[in-house]
């Protein structure tokens, strides 16, 4: 295999990844770290694809808890309520920190509400009882506002392991928990 020529894909891939992101990046409120009770430091590649696995499972519960949560059944009857919801499950890559653990990187927008540290607290209480209630999930949540102009230093931020050169986790993102709104994906 020609080392170059793969190297060179995936960094266009992340380039490719990145650009979606930071399009997305402008509708999002908040930022969601989530930590899960799942070391991974010397486990065999098995045993994380299993740990991974299991992580992508209890984020679909969260994320599905979440939209009831946010909109009753409003996005189920109107794509325009769905919540926006990218994660970046982090820590597979790991061969140093004996404490590190799995953990999840998440912007969320288009919530049906002003964002205020109000509502922050509340969002924040609701994911921390829906994540906790998950197989892998810890109370260890921490919710923060996005202003303007750091919803796109949070989606550089959560994309951050798939620029890490040659050695770059290019599948951070878990797209098979990844939800936008269609109207939201059309605009430019």
């Not at 109000?118 to 506002?145: H, N, S």
Request: aromatic share 6%; with cysteine; net charge positive.
């Amino acid at each position: 295999m020609n080392t170059s020529h793969t190297a060179h894909n995936k960094a266009a891939y992340a380039a490719a990844q990145q650009g979606y992101l930071q399009h997305i990046a402008q509708h999002c409120d908040y930022a969601v770290t989530l930590q899960t009770s799942l070391r991974t430091c010397g486990i065999k590649a098995k045993t994380m694809e299993d740990r991974l696995y299991r992580t992508q499972g209890s984020l679909r519960q969260l994320r599905n808890r979440l939209n009831r949560l946010l909109t009753g059944n409003g996005y189920k009857r109107n794509n325009r309520y769905l919540p926006i919801f990218v994660a970046a499950i982090e820590g597979t890559t790991n061969s140093y920190d004996l404490n590190r653990t799995l953990h999840i990187h998440v912007a969320l927008g288009n919530t049906g509400h002003t964002a205020n540290e109000q509502t922050r607290r509340l969002i924040e209480d609701g994911i921390r009882q829906i994540w906790a209630a998950t197989d892998v999930g810890t109370a260890d949540v921490k919710v923060d506002r996005l202003t303007q102009g750091t919803e796109h230093r949070w989606m550089d931020y959560i994309g951050k392991e798939s620029h890490a050169g040659r050695t770059g986790n290019i599948d951070v993102i878990d797209y098979s928990n990844t939800q936008i709104p269609e109207h939201l994906l059309q605009r430019t």
